[in-house]
């Protein structure tokens, strides 16, 4: 069955370094979304991505985030300055044209 | 903005019990509704949803939910729990034009053996 894949699993950085977390999203679909979910928080989303453009965002996604689907396969979110409060659980998921959406098993950011 | 609650944020059962975790939205239009799983270690799966149509639709793993739009609800039903169905609950609603879900805070079931 195909999977969202991400890498990496973890990353640790440091406050102010730039972090790109990637996402291969399931072949076929048309779709694709960045949630994030804090400790102990619900899940956020972050952004959704269409036709090589940002189709919706949220508050949260401010001008240090932003995303790329560089080639046929990947789907990055780029945070530029990291800040303490940007420790979460990064997932990342595709859908089809019907809204289902399937998840990747997430990134872990640790900013020190 | 449209928010969805989970009034269960814990709830232990013990094998064979049945189980309604409840799922509440606020938003006065038209919703497609979502019930995701998150076993340990594992990523975020759907179980079920509704789009339109008959409002009790059934999922995975035997579970079910119960879409009362008078009481801007989908709570989430199995008859008969089992030691694997330990995991956490999202509900979730897309409503409006757009695409993106908002999510509940989970509710975290554990199945005593």
């Known amino acids: 069955e195909p999977e969202v894949t991400q890498t990496p699993s973890h990353q640790v950085t440091q406050m102010g370094q730039e972090v790109i977390l990637r996402c291969v999203p399931i072949?076929?679909?048309?779709?694709f979304y960045w949630y994030r979910q804090i400790l102990g928080q619900k899940v956020e989303f972050l952004v959704s991505?269409?036709?090589?453009?940002?189709?919706?965002k949220s508050e949260i996604f401010d001008d240090q985030f932003s995303v790329e689907r560089p080639d046929g396969s990947n789907f990055t979110l780029k945070i530029r300055s990291t800040k303490l409060e940007d420790s979460a659980m990064y997932f990342c998921?595709?859908?089809?044209?019907?809204?289902?959406?399937?998840f990747g098993p997430g990134t872990r950011l640790t900013v020190l | 903005a449209q928010s969805v609650s989970q009034h269960n944020h814990h709830v232990i059962l013990s094998e064979a019990a049945s189980l309604e975790l409840g799922c509440n939205y606020s938003?006065?239009?038209?919703?497609?509704l979502f019930w995701y799983v998150q076993y340990p270690g594992q990523h975020l799966q759907l179980l079920l949803k509704?789009?339109?149509?008959?409002?009790l639709v059934k999922g995975i793993k035997g579970f079910e939910a119960e879409f009362i739009k008078s009481k801007f609800s989908f709570n989430l039903r199995k008859p008969s729990v089992q030691w694997s169905d330990t995991a956490e609950y999202f509900c979730?609603?897309?409503?409006?034009?757009?695409?993106?879900?908002?999510f509940g805070g989970g509710t975290r079931l554990m199945v005593k053996p």
């Open positions: 991505f269409y036709n090589n453009e940002i189709s919706e």
């Open positions: 938003y006065g239009g038209t919703v497609n």
């Open positions: 072949s076929n679909h048309l779709y």
């Open positions: 979730a609603v897309n409503a409006g034009a757009g695409n993106m879900l908002t």
């Open positions: 998921a595709s859908s089809h044209i019907d809204n289902e959406q399937f």
């Open positions: 509704y789009f339109s149509g008959d409002p």
